[in-house]
């Protein structure tokens, strides 16, 4: 059976959530006379904001713990340079 907007079908994506153990899934109901295209739009933002995307381009490759602190020590001097910006 084909997808067709507004035939009331979900659309269920399993990602692995970063610092979990196990999957857990995403789900979007299509609604009626809903185009495609919006509701990918829909499960797009979903999984930005659970930070889904994120997680997993960061569990594709191992990266070192030096590297790690070494990038998140450039994540929180750069915040910190726009807190000191915006508070002169």
């Known amino acids: 059976m084909p ?3 507004g035939a009331g079908f979900g ?3 399993l990602f692995p959530f970063p610092n979990q153990s196990d999957d857990m899934s995403i789900e979007i ?3 009626k006379s809903e185009p495609v295209d919006r509701a990918l739009r ?4 979903k999984l930005e904001r659970e ?3 994120k997680g997993v381009r960061a569990k594709r ?3 070192k713990p030096c590297a790690k602190k070494r990038r998140r020590n450039k994540v929180m ?3 910190q340079m726009l807190r ?3 508070a002169s």
């Open 61 to 63: 490759y191992f990266e």
């Open 51 to 53: 930070n889904v995307i």
């Open 42 to 45: 829909r499960l797009k933002k």
């Open 11 to 13: 659309v269920l994506i």
């Open 3 to 5: 997808l067709t907007p």
């Open 29 to 31: 109901k299509i609604r």
């Open 84 to 86: 000191n910006r915006h």
């Open 77 to 79: 001097a750069f915040t």
